[in-house]
């Protein structure tokens, strides 16, 4: 008698750790919900949701901030799959809080509504009482996302302490909280760039169009490539060029850049990625060059 052995490929391994961390928030939380943009990593994410609990519906909503700056094509892909998918879809405004007087929006050429989105996502957690928040974060992301636990405790007023985590051993995961307060959550921590862009080709994941490239007017400013958009104010001597680009990632069009590449299908940006020498946000995000700490000093405040 000879007794076979099992062996899990690199990607099924991740999934598994995701979906079960996705049925152990739903086991165990009241009111969790998911953050859903459009981005690869939300569309991942709602993707392994769906299959942890498939046949059955979706047992909690997705919540999508809008910075009211967003890209068409991205919104629109957001309302075609909560739709296909049956899901209910939260949106938190970030309009509404500037409209309230509780964001201030920042004005000039460099202005953007990135941090405004804190506000309003506290906000929105606050008037849903959610419980448990799922993020498409990862660690290979950013230096601060790195430190994130999976389970990432946040006190009532929403921010974080990087020196007072919780110890996290195994796949023991610590979700004590009071009333007030919230768990972050995030499934994708232990996953790569490079591993969601396998996933999606191995999945065939749809994503918005901008992920693969595509002709479009683009203006050159500090290093990056950012879309000219309604949303882009000019600086003296900026003209803006038509170029074959795509989007490592999306986010607010005030702050999120593109790059050069010719990549049309997931095949194609595998192999790009597994080339690139360059983070996606540190070839893309405007909002993580601000300081050192950026993105520490916003995740304190209760961001993303």
Same mark, same amino acid.
Not at 144 to 168: I, L, M, N, T, Y
Not at 224 to 239: P, Q, V, Y
């Given at each position: 008698?000879?007794?076979?052995? /099992?062996?899990?490929?690199? !990607?099924?391994?991740?999934?598994?750790?995701?979906?079960?961390?996705?049925?152990? =928030?739903?086991?165990?939380?009241?009111?969790?919900?998911?953050?859903?943009?459009?981005?690869?990593?939300?569309?991942?994410?709602?993707? !392994?949701?769906?299959?942890?609990?498939?046949?059955?519906?979706?047992?909690?909503? $997705?919540?999508?901030?809008?910075?009211?700056?967003?890209? @068409?094509?991205?919104?629109?892909?957001?309302?075609?799959?909560?739709?296909?998918?049956?899901? #209910?879809?939260?949106?938190?405004? =970030?309009?509404?809080?500037?409209?309230?007087?509780?964001?201030?929006?920042?004005?000039?050429?460099?202005?953007?509504?990135?941090?405004?989105?804190?506000?309003?996502?506290?906000?929105?957690?606050?008037?849903?009482?959610?419980?448990?928040?799922?993020?498409?974060?990862?660690?290979?992301?950013?230096?601060?996302?790195?430190?994130?636990? =999976?389970?990432?405790?946040?006190? #009532?007023?929403?921010?974080? *302490?990087?020196?007072?985590?919780?110890?996290? &051993?195994?796949?023991? /995961?610590?979700?004590?909280?009071?009333?007030?307060?919230?768990?972050?959550?995030?499934? &994708?921590?232990?996953?790569?760039? !490079?591993?969601?862009?396998?996933?999606?080709?191995?999945?065939?994941?749809?994503?918005?169009?901008? /992920? /693969?490239?595509?002709?479009?007017?683009? =203006?050159?400013?500090?290093?990056?490539?950012?879309?000219?958009?309604?949303?882009?104010?000019?600086? @003296?001597?900026?003209?803006?060029?038509?170029?074959?680009?795509?989007?490592?990632?999306?986010? @607010?069009?005030?702050?999120?850049?593109? $790059?050069?590449?010719?990549?049309?299908?997931?095949?194609?940006?595998?192999?790009?990625?597994?080339?690139?020498?360059?983070?996606? #946000?540190?070839?893309?995000?405007?909002?993580?060059?601000?300081?050192?700490?950026?993105?520490? *000093?916003?995740?304190?405040?209760?961001?993303?």
């Amino acid at each position: 008698m000879t007794t076979g052995t /099992y062996e899990m490929t690199h !990607l099924e391994a991740l999934e598994a750790e995701s979906v079960h961390i996705v049925r152990e =928030v739903a086991a165990t939380f009241e009111r969790p919900v998911l953050l859903f943009s459009g981005g690869k990593d939300s569309v991942v994410m709602l993707h !392994l949701a769906v299959k942890a609990f498939s046949p059955a519906p979706l047992p909690f909503g $997705v919540l999508h901030v809008d910075t009211g700056h967003n890209f @068409d094509e991205v919104i629109a892909f957001r309302d075609e799959t909560v739709q296909r998918l049956g899901v #209910r879809l939260i949106v938190g405004k =970030v309009q509404d809080d500037i409209d309230s007087g509780a964001a201030v929006e920042e004005h000039g050429p460099a202005a953007s509504r990135n941090r405004l989105q804190t506000t309003t996502l506290l906000r929105t957690i606050a008037e849903h009482r959610f419980d448990a928040v799922f993020g498409g974060a990862r660690r290979d992301e950013e230096k601060a996302r790195a430190k994130e636990r =999976v389970f990432s405790f946040r006190d #009532r007023f929403g921010q974080w *302490d990087p020196r007072g985590q919780r110890p996290e &051993l195994w796949n023991l /995961y610590n979700g004590r909280h009071r009333p007030g307060e919230h768990i972050r959550v995030f499934p &994708l921590s232990n996953w790569t760039e !490079l591993d969601i862009w396998r996933y999606i080709r191995d999945e065939g994941i749809a994503l918005p169009s901008l /992920y /693969y490239a595509h002709r479009r007017p683009v =203006v050159a400013r500090d290093g990056m490539l950012l879309a000219h958009t309604r949303f882009l104010t000019l600086l @003296d001597g900026e003209e803006p060029a038509e170029a074959t680009v795509r989007f490592r990632t999306v986010g @607010d069009a005030t702050c999120t850049g593109c $790059v050069t590449s010719t990549a049309a299908t997931p095949d194609d940006v595998v192999a790009e990625i597994a080339a690139s020498r360059i983070t996606e #946000r540190g070839a893309t995000r405007a909002d993580d060059r601000i300081s050192a700490a950026g993105m520490e *000093d916003r995740k304190r405040e209760g961001y993303f």
